[in-house]
T-cell receptor, first 111, second 113 residues
Framework: QKEVEQNSGPLSVPEGAIASLNCTYS??????FFWYRQYSGKSPELIMSIYSNGDKEDGRFTAQLNKASQYVSLLIRDSQPSDSATYLCAVNNGNGNQFYFGTGTSLTVIP | NAGVTQTPKFQVLKTGQSMTLQCAQD?????MYWYRQDPGMGLRLIYY???????DKGEVPNGYNVSRLNKREFSLRLESAAPSQTSVYFC????????????FGPGTRLLVL
């Protein structure tokens, strides 16, 4: 079983809609959770981190964490064509330097 | 601040050749990482260095060696390249603390023929 699982997509949403990206993880001791955005041919860029159960909002982005369900999600409100990218979920198990990444969900925002 | 830099950007090797990928960061981070990214496989950790003078294996270390030259620099060496090592390689760094986040370099695209 993979440490971190994401639907590969592609996920398509119209401009202005809410995009919902989901991620599950297998290790219950995981402590910190991250969402990265990766444009085609570019490196991953950190957009959100979340450490406690509940919601964390940053501009148009909201990360949601449910440790009991081992589930983390990212909502993008008022989606823009510039949000079209692959979104990577990453988990740190609290054992220092071991980060585990999902395979990413490809998002396309249609103008 | 340049952040994390990697050289070269692109490299073509023949099977059996060796090469070293260079990485440097100017953020005074303690931890550095090497990942490879393959289609459908996501990012996989090759090696990491928690601090200067230490290195540890990640998920896919076979065929690679690393050197943490100093706090700024962390190199990845392929001693005898194989086609299976064709990939995009990313270096990253992070600050050690209770909650770590990583910052990635621009990547090196490696093609092994």
């Amino acid at each position: 079983q993979k440490e971190v699982e994401q639907n590969s997509g592609p996920l398509s949403v119209p401009e202005g809609a809410i995009a919902s990206l989901n991620c599950t993880y297998s290790d219950r001791v995981s402590q910190s959770f991250f969402w990265y955005r990766q444009y085609s041919g570019k490196s991953p860029e950190l957009i959100m981190s979340i450490y406690s159960n509940g919601d964390k909002e940053d501009g148009r982005f909201t990360a949601q964490l449910n440790k009991a369900s081992q589930y983390v999600s990212l909502l993008i409100r008022d989606s823009q064509p510039s949000d079209s990218a692959t979104y990577l979920c990453a988990v740190n198990n609290g054992n220092g330097n071991q980060f585990y990444f999902g395979t990413g969900t490809s998002l396309t925002v249609i103008p | 601040n340049a952040g994390v830099t990697q050289t070269p950007k692109f490299q073509v090797l023949k099977t059996g050749q060796s090469m070293t990928l260079q990485c440097a960061q100017d953020m005074n981070h303690n931890s550095m990482y090497w990942y490879r990214q393959d289609p459908g496989m996501g990012l996989r950790l090759i090696y990491y260095s928690a601090s200067e003078g230490t290195t540890d294996k990640g998920e896919v270390p076979n065929g690679y060696n690393v050197s943490r030259l100093n706090k700024r620099e962390f190199s990845l060496r392929l001693e005898s390249a194989a086609p299976s090592q064709t990939s995009v390689y990313f270096c990253a760094s992070s600050e050690w603390g209770e909650w770590e986040t990583q910052y990635f370099g621009p990547g090196t695209r490696l093609l092994v023929l």
